[in-house]
């Protein structure tokens, strides 16, 4: 080859493309093989398996959600959009709304509905339409260059458009199925929620609830009762969970258990007092520190005899106290039960349809603080009303309400 030609590395023996070398900055995507072996190694051992199930398990929550944040928005772009431009331009009025500016990627949508067609990929006729091919960033597009349509129905353009930001890398991550992280899943969560709230999605997105429905939990949920959440143990759930958003404005609260550690212990003295004083009824029952369960459950524990009694006498008595501060003592009851422990419930707001209970069994070696954990919601589906208009009751809530309500009756009431 002449001097002007390109020059080429030698092969090896002769044969083009078998170097092993390996260009500098390049990745190699095969395993180096072992001796002996006739190919790469194909198989993925249990570290790879759990990496990708990890990743698909993100993917697939973050999608769900951009799922419904396109939804939402297409449905909104089209209430405030068509009624302009479809008296004049008919079905063509997506294509007249995206105006000069937006030529290439409306054209674009149309060509890519047009293949759709003719491939038999429109399986539904309500998306046989240019707006069902826009992507996310086109519907903003599309919002941003109309905003004074959109304006009487949103409070604050820099919110939406904030919130899409944060979206947009999610879906960059999730279209090209690369890693995403659990911190940028969880601001993406938080991104799409609150811009349902604001594109006005009505009462099935309550993320300024205490317990927020995920969009997950609200497809799949069926799968598992009313249990929306299950942590090993009690230190994981109050930092996922703090004890303020489990009690913080509750209406109703019951709790039954041996000392109620979760609530004494982590919600101050002063937080009930107002709690109560604002409107909520709260009933307390303790098992009776007298009572033999106590010594038996000492023996369980393997602590010292009186330890546990004295330590459940601390909690009635620190109770006695917020009791005593209010006006109406009758809102904040507080019992004593000689029964067998089985278990500690709190049931915040139990007869509402957006109550939560947070439960756990007791083990016989093994302490409440360290007992695995139940987090329930009132009802299937986040307590959604079933066509009689009444509470689906199919789940586990019901169970521990009504055990709390037969406890409750036996007890025994403190002075």
């Given at each position: 080859?002449?001097?002007?030609?390109?020059?080429?590395?030698?092969?090896?023996?002769?044969?083009?493309?078998?170097?092993?070398?390996?260009?500098?900055?390049?990745?190699?995507?095969?395993?180096?093989?072992?001796?002996?072996?006739?190919?790469?190694?194909?198989?993925?051992?249990?570290?790879?398996?759990?990496?990708?199930?990890?990743?698909?398990?993100?993917?697939?929550?973050?999608?769900?959600?951009?799922?419904?944040?396109?939804?939402?928005?297409?449905?909104?772009?089209?209430?405030?959009?068509?009624?302009?431009?479809?008296?004049v331009h008919g079905d063509d009025w997506v294509v007249a709304a995206a105006g000069p500016a937006g030529q290439e990627w409306v054209q674009r949508a149309v060509a890519v509905r047009e293949v759709s067609r003719r491939k038999g990929y429109l399986l539904d006729p309500a998306d046989d339409n240019v707006l069902s091919f826009l992507t996310l960033p086109q519907l903003r597009e599309l919002m941003v260059q109309h905003w004074p349509c959109f304006e009487p129905y949103m409070d604050e353009r820099r919110d939406v458009e904030l919130a899409l930001d944060e979206l947009e890398v999610t879906r960059n991550?999730?279209?090209?199925?690369?890693?995403?992280?659990?911190?940028?899943?969880?601001?993406?969560?938080?991104?799409?929620?609150?811009?349902?709230?604001?594109?006005?999605?009505?009462?099935?997105?309550?993320?300024?609830?205490?317990?927020?429905?995920d969009a997950v939990e609200d497809l799949v949920g069926d799968r598992y009762a009313d249990v929306v959440a299950v942590h090993p143990d009690r230190v994981r759930l109050l930092r996922q969970f703090p004890a303020e958003d489990i009690f913080g404005g509750a209406r109703?609260?019951?709790?039954?258990?041996?000392?109620?550690?979760?609530?004494?212990?982590n919600f101050s003295g002063r937080r009930l007092v107002r709690l109560a004083q604002s409107g909520g009824r709260v009933r307390l029952l303790f098992l009776n520190p007298a009572s033999s369960a106590v010594k038996r459950r000492e023996r369980e524990l393997g602590i010292k005899r009186g330890e546990l009694s004295r330590a459940v006498e601390t909690n009635i008595?620190?109770?006695?106290?917020?009791?005593?501060?209010l006006r109406d003592p009758g809102a904040f009851e507080i019992q004593v039960f000689d029964e067998t422990p089985r278990f500690t419930a709190y049931l915040v707001d139990g007869d509402g349809a957006d109550g939560i209970a947070v439960v756990q069994h007791y083990l016989r070696?093994?302490?409440?603080?360290?007992?695995?954990?139940?987090?329930?919601?009132?009802?299937?589906?986040?307590?959604?009303?079933?066509?009689?208009?009444?509470?689906?009751?199919?789940?586990?809530?019901?169970?521990?309400?009504?055990?709390?309500e037969q406890m409750w009756a036996d007890a025994r009431p403190v002075s």
């Open positions: 080859m002449g001097s002007g030609g390109l020059e080429l590395p030698p092969g090896d023996e002769g044969h083009e493309g078998n170097s092993t070398d390996v260009p500098p900055g390049a990745v190699s995507l095969a395993r180096p093989m072992d001796a002996g072996a006739i190919g790469p190694e194909l198989e993925w051992d249990a570290d790879a398996w759990h990496e990708v199930r990890t990743r698909a398990q993100r993917a697939g929550r973050a999608y769900i959600w951009l799922n419904l944040v396109e939804q939402r928005l297409r449905a909104v772009v089209a209430a405030v959009l068509r009624p302009v431009y479809e008296p991550v999730v279209s090209r199925n690369r890693a995403l992280s659990e911190a940028v899943l969880a601001q993406a969560e938080r991104a799409a929620a609150r811009l349902l709230e604001v594109l006005g999605a009505g009462g099935d997105v309550p993320s300024a609830h205490r317990l927020p429905v109703r609260l019951d709790a039954i258990g041996i000392g109620l550690n979760l609530l004494v212990q008595l620190h109770m006695r106290r917020v009791r005593a501060a070696r093994t302490r409440g603080m360290e007992a695995p954990v139940l987090v329930l919601r009132n009802g299937k589906n986040g307590g959604r009303l079933v066509k009689s208009g009444e509470l689906d009751e199919g789940g586990l809530f019901p169970t521990y309400r009504e055990e709390f």
